[in-house]
């Protein structure tokens, strides 16, 4: 009786690969605004952002409360990856709440802002290929003062800002809708509050600013160190400033009447 040789069939075993873990990072997709005016002759400082904070793919949230106090009357806004940039906001603060007494030169503060810079480009929640934004807003000698810090590749650096600045994903529509405006810091609060307002609902145009709006007016007179002078607005505020956005920005805005014969260049001739 002949006899069957069976073999085996050979397997291609695929080839072992060294899986490098991914790091997901929760970025505040958002806007937020600082914008100096007037209320009855004395400086204010309006405050605006969005709550939005995104995982990419894991999905986002919008309860995230992006203005602190650093202390002494001065405020931030934190934009880009956020673990880093709420480290590095921490480090503002801390370095703020160090101090004895409230800055009273452009000068001090810029040299507690570059201890924080380096501190937390030493850190290990620094990472060259993020973005790390902070919105400084506060009062020296009562002149208002916003200014941007901007933790990136190749180089940090923070830029004073006259009269307002927008940071964030949404940063570009809230500044030109401003400017558009013609906005300026001699505007009283009112008219003021709301251009700042109007800026931070067109940039959810964008897509990734959050739809809740937090509006905060900041003035001076606070030296505690861990303090600063906020009035928050409530919902009725908002819905006031809400209905007059609504209005100014119907669709359609206008009546145009039609166009005559006469608008065009007859191309017969």
């Known amino acids: 009786m002949a006899s069957i040789l069976l073999e085996r069939p050979k397997i291609n075993r695929p080839k072992r690969r060294d899986l490098k873990p991914k790091r997901v990072y929760a970025s505040a997709v958002t806007v937020c605004i600082a914008a100096a005016c007037q209320e009855q002759g004395q400086p204010r400082i309006v405050l605006c952002s969005d709550s939005r904070l995104d995982w990419a793919e894991f999905g986002s949230t919008n309860s995230t409360v992006k203005l602190d106090v650093l202390g002494y ?16 906001n921490s480090l503002l603060r801390h370095n703020m709440q160090d101090r004895e007494s409230a800055p009273t030169k452009l000068s001090e503060v810029e040299d507690l ?10 850190s290990a929640l620094h ?37 307002f600045y927008a940071i964030g994903s949404g940063g570009n529509i809230a ?25 931070k609902r067109s940039a959810e145009h964008d897509g990734t600013v959050g739809r809740f709006t937090a509006l905060a007016v900041q003035a001076p007179g606070s030296e505690l160190k861990g303090r600063a002078y906020l009035k ?3 919902e009725l505020g908002k819905a006031h400033l809400e209905a007059v956005y609504a209005g ?22």
């Open 113 to 122: 802002i570059q201890d924080a810079i380096q501190e937390f480009c030493s």
């Open 248 to 269: 100014l920005w119907s669709v359609p805005f206008a009546t145009i009447p039609d166009f005559t014969p006469d608008f065009f260049d007859d191309p017969k001739r």
């Open 175 to 199: 500044s030109i809708i401003l400017r558009l405006r013609e906005y300026h810091s001699s505007m009283n609060l009112s008219y003021a509050t709301y251009l700042v307002y109007e800026s």
């Open 127 to 163: 990472d060259e290929e993020q973005v790390y934004d902070v919105l400084i807003s506060g009062f020296l000698q009562e002149t208002p003062i916003v200014m941007d810090v901007r933790v990136q590749k190749p180089d940090p650096k923070f830029t004073l800002a006259e009269p």
């Open 73 to 88: 009357g001065w405020c931030s806004q934190l934009a880009g990856e956020w673990s880093g940039v709420f480290y590095f």
């Open 232 to 234: 928050i607005m409530n």
